[in-house]
C-alpha cells in the first residue's frame, strides 16, 4: 500500500515534470521574433519560469480537483472530516521550498539582466566598468555606431544623427552593432519600447537617458510608446529599420541630401479630420505637436 | 477612552427587528448598518465601473479607435480603474470587516462608532465628487488612474476646476477616509476583544483586516499627500513634479507605489482571511497550520512595505535598485504559497459541499494561484522590463482584482448572507452566478497575456490589427462577465425581500458570529461570550464559548 502510494506520487511527479518542460518550450512560441540579443536572454528566462510556474499550477489545482472529486460530502452526511491542525513537517518543507525557488530565480533573473547590461539612467557612467556588460553584444564583430538622439515628443518620434545631421520619423539601425541612444523628452513622460528586442525605458522630461542594445536581426519592427502621454497615446508609432552595415550607410549618405520635408503623423492629422463615426465629447485635448521636419519622414 | 461602549449596561432586545430599510440611510452608528451601507454603496459603484469595462471592451473588439472619441476612451479607463479601486474594492472590504470584526471578535461595535460613520459618509461625498467631473466643459481626468505627472498636470480646459482637480479632491478625501478605518479597525482589535479571546483564538479573518489596516496606516498617509502635492502642482503652480518648472515627475511615483502597491495587500489579505474562513466550513476541517496563516498575513503586511519600486522598474531606476526590489517582491511568494498550501491541505480529505460560497472560493484559489504565477514572473526584471505596461500586466492584475478579490467578495456574500438579512438566498441562481464569473473572468483576461507578451501596450484606444484575435476574445469575456452580475443582483433583492428565513447558523458553522441571531441583534451580544478555544475546531466537539452556546449545538457537533 505504501510502495504503491509512492508510485503514484512519482508517476505524477514524472507527468508534471514532463508538460512543464513542454510548457516552457511553447512559451518561445508567444513572443514577438528575437530582435536583439537581449530577447534571446528574456525568452530563454520565460520559458523556465514558465516550466516552473506550469509545475506549480497543475501542481496545486490538481491536487484541488482530486479533492472536489473525491472527497466530497454525501447528500446526508452531516460529519465532520479528521481534525488535524496541522504537520510541522510539511509546513517547514513548504516553507523551505519556496524560499530556495525564489533565491533561484532570483538568481538567474540577476544573472540575466547583468549580461543584459540594460542601464538605468545613474548607470550610464559605470557601463565600461561592468565586465558582463557587453557579454551579449558580439563584442569582437563591431565597433560602436554614434550615439543617435532619440527625442519623443506628443506625439512624433524624431531619430538625429548627428555626425551626418540626418533626421528621420523612422529609426534605422545597422545589425549586429552596439546601438546607443540618448533619450529626450520634450514635454511628459513618454516610453521607448520594441517588443521584438524585448526593451523598454522610460523617457523622463529635462533628462538625458543613455540605453544600449545589440540588433540581430534584419527586417522591420515596430516602435511604441509604452508610458502613458495623453490623447494620441496610442497614435505614437513608428517602424525600426535593422539593416547592414552597407544599407545603413547608405541609407544615411540618401537622407542627408533630402531636403527637411513634414513627416506624417498620425496624431496630427486626427486632430484636424476627426475620426468618422465614433462619439465625440468635446472634451479638449493638448494640442498635437505639428508634424516634424525631417530628412527621411516615414 | 470609549472602552465604556461595552460596560454600558445596555441589553438588546432580540425579537425586535434591529433595522427597518429607512435605518440604511441615516447616519447610524451600529457597526452592522454601516457595513451594509458600505457594501450596497460600493456594489452600485461596481456596476458603474463595469459598465466603463464594456465601453473599453467594446472600443478594442476592433484595431481602430471607432466606438468612442479618444479623450473619451481615456477618461474610461481612467475612471474604471478609480471607481473599481477607491470605490469598489476598498470600501466593500471595509464594509465587510466593519460586519464581521466586531461580532467574530465578541465585541458590541467598533472602537469608535461615530468615526466609523463620518468614514462611511465620505465615501458617497467623495464618489459623487468623482462622478461630477463627467459634468465638467473638459470631462473627467484622462491621465489613468496612476495620474504620472506631467501628463496629469496638463490642463488642456485651462479652467481651475477641471477634472484632474475633482479626481485628486476625491482621493485625498477617500484617503482620510480610509486613515479613520485604519485607525478605528486597529483599535478595535487590540482593544476590545471578548475575554478569553487572545491574538492566537482570533479567526485567520480578523487577522488578515488587522493586518491590512496596519498597512493603511503606515501607506496612506504618502499617496494622500503626494495627491495633495499634485493639487497644488495643478491649480497653484508648485513645482513638486513638474519637470519644466524644475520638479521631479519620478518622485511623484514614489509617493503613489509606496502605498498603491501595498495597496494590493490591503486588498488581498481580507480576501485570503474570507478563504481561510470559508474552507474549514466547507470542508468540515480545521484550518490547517492555523497559527502560521495567521502569523504570515503580518509577515505579508511588513514585506510590502519594500516592494513598491517593482512598479518602476523602466521608470529610470538604478540597477542597484531594480535588484533589491526584485528580491523583495519575489519574497512575498513565500507567506503567500504558506496560505496557499495550507488552504489545499485543509480541503485534502475533507468532507466537502460545493454550495455557492465554496465554488467561489475554489475558482478564487484556482485563478490566484496563476496571478500569483504571473505575478513572480512580473517581479523578475528582464522579463518586467519587456512585459512592463503591456496588457500581460493588465492581465496579471485582473486575475487578483476580479478572479480572487472579487470572487472572494462574492464568496463572502453568499456565505454570511443568511447572517446579514435573515434570510437564505437561492442556491441555483448563485451556481448560475459562479459558472458565469467564472468562465467570463478566464474568457476576459487570460487572452490579455498572450496580447502582453506580443507587446501590446495598456490604455491604447488603438492597436495594430495583428493584436485583433485575442482581443475579440478578451472584449466577449467582458460581455459575460458583465452579464453574470444579473443573476447575482436578482439573487440578493429576491432573496431578502421574500427567501427563506435562515436560522442562526444554517452551515453549522463555528464562529462567534454564528451563536447570535440572523441578523443579530443591534448590540451583537446579550451576554459577552468567554471564548475558551481555538477557532476551527471542526471535528472536535469543543465548545468555543463558557457562556453562549445552547447544549444542542455541542451534540450537533458530534
Redesign the interface.
Known sequence: MKIRNILILIGCAIALTGASLWMGQQAYS???PQAAA?SK??DE??SF?VSL?TF??LG??G??TY??IF???GKY???????????IT??VV??TI??LL?LW??TY??N??AE?A??????AMHIHTMASAHAATMESTTEPIEKIEVLAKQWAWVFRYPNQNVTSTELHLPVNRRISLALQSA???H?F?I??F?????I????T?DFEFTPIRPGKY?L????????????M?TDVVVQSIEDYNHWLKTAATQKPTPANNQAAN?YTQ??K?????G?????PAPPPLVNFPS | MTNTQIEKPKIAEPHHPPTTWKTYFTFSTDHKVIGIQYIVTSFLFFLIGGIFAMIIRGELITPEADLVDRTVYNAMFTMHGTIMLFLWTFPVLVGLANYLVPLMIGARDMAFPRLNAVAFWMVPVFGIILMASFFLPGGPAQAGWWSYPPVSLQNPTGNLINGQFLWLIAVAISGVSSIMGGVNFVTTIVKMRAPGMTFFRMPAYVWAVFSAQIIQLFGLPALTAGAVMLLLDLSIGTAFFDPAKGGNAVLFQHFFWFYSHPAVYVIILPVFGIFSEIFPVYSRKPLFGYKVVAVSSLLIAGVSGFVWVHHMFASGTPAWMRIVFMISTMFVSVPTGIKVFAWVATIWGGKLRLTTPMLFALGGLIMFVFAGITGIMLSSVPIDIHVNNTYFVVGHFHYVLYGTVTMGMFAAFYHWFPKMTGRMYYEGLGKLHFWLSFIGTNLNFLPMHPLGLQGMLRRVASYDPEYAFWNVIASIGGFLLGMSTLPFILNMIGSWVQGEKAPDNPWRAIGLEWLVASPPPVENFEEIPVVISEPYGYGKSEPLTANLEKQELIKDLN
Open positions: 508567444w513572443f514577438p537581449e536572454l528574456i528566462l520565460f519560469l510556474g506549480i499550477f496545486v489545482t491536487t484541488v479533492s472536489i472527497h466530497r460530502a452526511d452531516t460529519s465532520d472530516g479528521p481534525p488535524i491542525e496541522g504537520n510539511l509546513e513548504w516553507t519556496p524560499i525564489v530565480i532570483a533573473s540577476y540575466i539582466y543584459m540594460i542601464q538605468g539612467p545613474m548607470e514635454d511628459v513622460l516610453g519600447y517588443p521584438a524585448r526593451l523598454k525605458q522610460d523622463v522630461p529635462k533628462q537617458i515596430r511604441r510608446d509604452s508610458q502613458f502621454s495623453g490623447t494620441y497615446f496610442a497614435a508609432q486626427e476627426k475620426i463615426g465614433a462619439f465625440t465629447s472634451y479638449p485635448t493638448v494640442i
